[in-house]
C-alpha cells in the first residue's frame, strides 16, 4: 500500500499539485485519471522520488519514504518496476539484455539466476521466444510487454505505469491493460497507472483517482465512475459521442448494441 499524504508542487511559480491526498491499495489497479497538463505525470514522479514535492509526504507500506534516510529510499526503490510511456528500451540491447539489466544493477544473481528470472518474465508476458531479438524488430504491443518483464524481473512489489497504451490500437491496448491486471492481481502489487484512457478505466479500474487543475476531485471504482455528479469529471468522461451515448443507453434502461 501507498500513501499520500498533501502534496504540493509548484514550477516557477505555477501551482502543479495542490493538496494531493489518497490511498493505493495493494492487489489492485489504481488509475491516476485526468487531461493533460492535470499533474498525474507529476505526482507519479513525486510518488517514485523523481521529483521532491513542496510539501507533503509518501509512505510505502508504512515507511516513510520523503526526505527519509538515503539507504530507506534506495531500499524502496529497489522495490519499484517502472513502465514508461514510450517503453524506453535501450535500442543497443537485445530484448533478453533489456530485461536483465536491472538484475545487473539491483541484485546479486550470477548470470545463471538472471537469464532463469528474464525467461521467466518473457515467458510470463507471452514473449519467451524473442530473447535475441532487437528492440527495432519488434511492435509497439511487444516493446510493451518487454517494458513490463524489465519492471517486474527484479521482484518489484511496487509497479508505475505511465500511460502503457500511449501508441497502441484499440485491441493491444486491451491486453496490455489485461496484462498489467493480472500480474499485479497474481503477484501481489502496489500497481498505480498514469492514463487518460476510458477504456483503461472500464476494463481495470479498481480504484480511480481523477485529478483536476492539481486537486483530486474524485475518488472511486469503475462501477461508480458513471454515476458522479462531479461535472468536471462528467465532461471529461462523457466528451465523445460513443460514450455519451452508452450513459444515455444506461440510463433509460435499454440495452447497446455498441
Known amino acids: 500500500m501507498i500513501e499520500i499524504h498533501n502534496i504540493h508542487k509548484s514550477f516557477d511559480g505555477k501551482k502543479v499539485l495542490d493538496g494531493v491526498s489518497g490511498v493505493f491499495e495493494t492487489g ?4 491516476l ?3 493533460s497538463g492535470t499533474g498525474k505525470s507529476v505526482l507519479l514522479k513525486c510518488i517514485v522520488g523523481l521529483i521532491k514535492p513542496d510539501l507533503g509526504s509518501v509512505t510505502f507500506d508504512g515507511t516513510y519514504f520523503t ?3 538515503l539507504d530507506i529510499r534506495q531500499e524502496i526503490r529497489r522495490k519499484i518496476g517502472m513502465l514508461f510511456q514510450g517503453s524506453a528500451l535501450f535500442d543497443s540491447m537485445t530484448v533478453e539484455e533489456n530485461v536483465e539489466f536491472p538484475l545487473r ?12 528470472r528474464v525467461n521467466f518474465c518473457l515467458k510470463r508476458v507471452g514473449l ?8 527495432s524488430e519488434i511492435s509497439g504491443g511487444m516493446m510493451k510487454r518487454v517494458g513490463i518483464a524489465r519492471a517486474i524481473a527484479p521482484h518489484c512489489t511496487y509497479l508505475f505505469c505511465d ?5 497502441l490500437d484499440p485491441l493491444t491496448a486491451i491486453k496490455i491493460d489485461a ?16 492514463t487518460h484512457d476510458m477504456n483503461s478505466v472500464i476494463e481495470i479500474g479498481d480504484k480511480i483517482m481523477f485529478l483536476y487543475q492539481g486537486q483530486k476531485l474524485w475518488e472511486g471504482s469503475n462501477d461508480e465512475i458513471m454515476d458522479t455528479d462531479v461535472k468536471e469529471l462528467n465532461e471529461f468522461i462523457f466528451a465523445n459521442r460513443l460514450m455519451r451515448d452508452a450513459k444515455k443507453v444506461e440510463d433509460e434502461g435499454g440495452h447497446s448494441d455498441l
Open 179 to 194: 496484462l498489467i491486471a493480472e500480474i499485479t492481481e497474481e503477484y501481489d502489487i502496489t500497481t498505480i497507472i498514469v
Open 28 to 31: 489492485k489497479t489504481n488509475l
Open 105 to 116: 544493477m539491483l541484485t546479486e544473481m550470477n548470470r545463471e539466476e538472471r537469464l532463469d
Open 163 to 167: 500511460e502503457p497504451n500511449s501508441g
Open 33 to 35: 485519471l485526468g487531461a
Open 128 to 135: 519467451e521466444n524473442a530473447n535475441k531479438k532487437m528492440p
Open 67 to 69: 526526505n527519509n534516510k
